[in-house]
């Protein structure tokens, strides 16, 4: 199974930003999904971004013109660029993978079987 370390979380005032880093290690596909997700305090956890092999990317609405994310083959590592950040952007962030490709890169967390142990955002004003 894929094992996956997450990093970069921190507190930042409104309208800042963060770089979130996700380290991957123990996979042998060479086709498979990464994915950012987060859950705050009372609410479910919810997909944020995805990236394919290819670098095809999806995201939620919610992140859509603030977020980016993206990857470094070399480094095994994929980034969520988090920009302009707001107070309902406070959540653990987590990374996931699905290297079964069942259901393409999807937005649920049922389609992930590895997560990392989450690094926490929290944006105040």
């Known amino acids: 199974q894929v094992q996956l370390v997450e990093s970069g979380g921190g507190s930042v005032q409104v309208g800042g930003s963060l770089r979130l880093s996700c380290a991957a290690s123990?996979?042998?596909?060479?086709?498979?999904?990464m994915a950012w997700f987060r859950q705050a305090p009372g609410k479910e956890r919810e997909g944020v971004a995805t990236?394919?092999?290819?670098?095809?990317?999806n995201y939620a609405d919610s992140v859509k013109g603030r977020f980016t994310i993206s990857k470094d083959l070399t480094r095994n590592t994929v980034y969520l660029q988090m920009n302009n950040l707001n107070p309902e952007d406070t959540a653990m962030y987590y990374c996931?993978?699905?290297?079964?490709?069942?259901?393409?890169?999807?937005?649920?967390?049922?389609?992930?079987?590895?997560w990392g142990q989450g690094t926490q955002v929290t944006v105040s004003s």
């Open positions: 996931a993978a699905d290297t079964r490709m069942i259901y393409g890169c999807a937005m649920g967390a049922y389609a992930y079987a590895s």
């Open positions: 990236i394919l092999t290819d670098s095809t990317t």
């Open positions: 123990g996979y042998t596909s060479s086709n498979f999904c």
